[in-house]
C-alpha cells in the first residue's frame, strides 16, 4: 500500500529534523532516545497506536567525528528498549553547541534513520555547587537510576538527611565504567551507580557519621557502618557508606599546570640552507678496532691456552696415582672389587621362580600358547619381581 505523497514528505524531514535541547553546565543531562519516536520512520509505516515491535538500536556520536564528547555516555541494554544519553557537562562548553547525530538502525529491515541532536550548553546560576557528595547504590543499574521517577526519589531522600536550599545531581556513573565486576546473573543481581550531587550548604551530621574512627574501623574490616539516616533511604536505595565521598571544592588547593605559549607555526628566518662541505676528513678506525675486537679476542686465546695447558697438560694419572698410594690400601680395594664381581657372578646364578609375567599363556578362544614375555636366556638379575 503506497502512502500519500504530503504523508512521505512529512516522514523524511522528521528524518532529518533538529532537536534542540538546553542543559547546564554541571548539573545532570539526560535525554531518552525514544523508540517510539523512530518506529515512524520505517516502513510498513505503521500508524499510530498500531503494534510494533521491530529491533531497533542507535549509534550515537558528534558530527563528523567517529565517537561522543567525553562528557557524554550512552547506553542501550537491548533493541528493545530505548538508549540514554547521559553525562555532565562542564564549563568549557558553556555557548559552544554540540551536534550530536543520533542513527537509529532498524535490525528488522536494516534500514535507518538519522537525526540531530544539538546540545547548547548554558552557564547554571550557580556553578559549580560548593559541597558535593557521591553515593554508591548497589540495588540499582545505571539505566534504572537515569529514569526521573527513580532519580526524583533518590534526590527526596538526599535532601530529606541534608536539608540543602538547592540540590543538584551532578553526574551518574555505571560501577563497570570505575572498574566494577559484571555481576552473576543469578538473584536479580545489579552492576551498581554511582550517584554524585551538590549543595549549597555544608554537610550534615548523618553524611559525617561514616567519617568517625568507629565507621572507619568497621570499614576497614568489612563490616557495615552504623549510620543513623540509612533507613531513610534502606527502603529503595542501598548505599554502601563505605563508598562514599564528600568534597568541599571550597578547601580543594586548584593545581594550575603552566603551558608554554603556542607560536604562529611559521619557523623564524634563518637564511639560506648551507649543506655540509664535501672535503670532509677521513677518519681512521683502526684504533677502534684494536679496542672493540683485537684486544678481548686475545685476551680470549690467552685464557684459552691456559685453561687447556691446566686440563690436559697437567693431569698425575693412574700409574703417579698407584705410586704415591700406600700399598695395604691398594690391597683393601682390590680385594673389595674381587669380592663385588664374584658376589655379582652368584646372584646371576641364584635359581629363582619365574613370576607369572613371564610363565605361557593360554588363549581359551584359540588355543594358542603365547610364549612368555622373555626368552629362555634372559637374565635373572634384571627380572622383575
Known amino acids: 500500500m503506497l502512502l500519500p505523497l504530503q504523508e512521505l514528505v512529512t516522514i523524511l524531514s522528521r528524518s532529518h529534523a533538529d532537536r534542540n535541547v538546553y542543559p547546564s553546565a554541571g548539573v545532570l543531562f539526560v535525554h531518552v532516545l525514544e523508540r517510539e519516536y523512530f518506529k515512524g520512520e520505517f516502513p510498513p509505516y505503521p500508524k499510530s ?15 563528523g567525528y567517529p565517537d561522543r564528547p567525553g562528557w557524554l555516555r550512552y547506553i ?9 544519553l547521559y553525562g555532565s557537562p562542564t564549563a568549557e562548553h558553556i555557548g559552544k553547541p554540540t551536534v550530536i547525530e543520533i542513527t537509529a ?14 546540545i547548547n550548553i548554558k552557564a547554571a546560576e550557580e556553578f559549580p555547587l560548593p559541597y558535593q557528595a557521591e553515593f554508591y547504590i548497589k540495588n540499582m543499574n545505571v539505566e534504572e537510576m537515569l529514569a526521573s521517577e527513580v532519580l526524583g526519589d533518590f534526590l527526596g531522600a538526599v535532601k530529606n538527611v541534608w536539608q540543602p536550599e538547592r540540590l543538584n545531581a551532578i553526574n551518574i556513573t555505571s560501577a563497570l565504567d570505575r572498574g566494577g565486576r559484571v555481576p552473576l546473573p543469578i538473584n536479580n543481581l545489579k552492576e551498581g551507580v554511582y550517584v554524585m550531587v551538590g549543595a549549597d550548604v555544608p554537610f550534615s551530621s548523618c553524611l559525617r557519621e561514616v567519617e568517625s574512627p568507629h565507621n572507619q574501623l568497621r570499614c576497614s574490616q568489612e563490616m557495615e557502618p552504623v549510620i543513623s539516616c540509612d533507613k531513610k ?13 564528600l568534597v568541599d571544592i571550597n578547601k580543594v588547593v586548584p593545581v594550575y599546570v603552566t603551558r608554554p605559549e603556542p607560536g604562529t607555526g611559521i619557523l623564524p628566518e634563518f637564511g639560506e640552507y648551507k649543506p655540509p662541505s664535501e672535503s670532509l676528513k677521513s677518519r681512521d678506525y683502526f684504533s677502534d678496532f684494536l679496542v672493540t675486537l683485537a684486544v678481548p679476542s686475545a685476551v680470549a686465546l690467552v685464557l684459552f691456552f691456559i685453561l687447556g695447558y691446566t686440563m690436559c697438560c697437567r693431569r698425575e694419572g693412574v700409574e703417579k696415582r698407584n705410586m704415591q698410594t700406600p700399598d695395604i690400601q691398594l690391597v683393601h680395594h682390590s680385594s673389595i672389587q674381587k669380592s663385588t664381581k664374584e658376589l655379582r657372578s652368584m646372584s646371576k646364578n641364584r635359581e629363582i621362580s619365574w613370576p607369572l ?29
Open 49 to 63: 497506536g498500531d503494534p510494533s515491535n521491530d529491533p531497533i538500536t542507535f549509534n550515537t556520536n558528534l558530527k
Open 76 to 84: 542501550q541494554r537491548t533493541p528493545h528498549s530505548d538508549g540514554v
Open 105 to 118: 538502525y532498524n535490525r528488522r529491515t536494516f534500514e535507518t534513520a538519522r537525526h540531530n541532536l544539538v
Open 233 to 245: 533511604f534502606r527502603a529503595q536505595f542501598h548505599i554502601d557508606w563505605c563508598k562514599i565521598s
Open 357 to 385: 609375567s613371564t610363565l605361557p599363556v593360554f588363549n581359551p578362544v584359540s588355543g594358542e600358547v603365547v610364549p612368555p614375555i622373555h626368552p629362555d636366556n634372559y637374565e635373572t638379575t634384571s627380572m622383575p619381581l
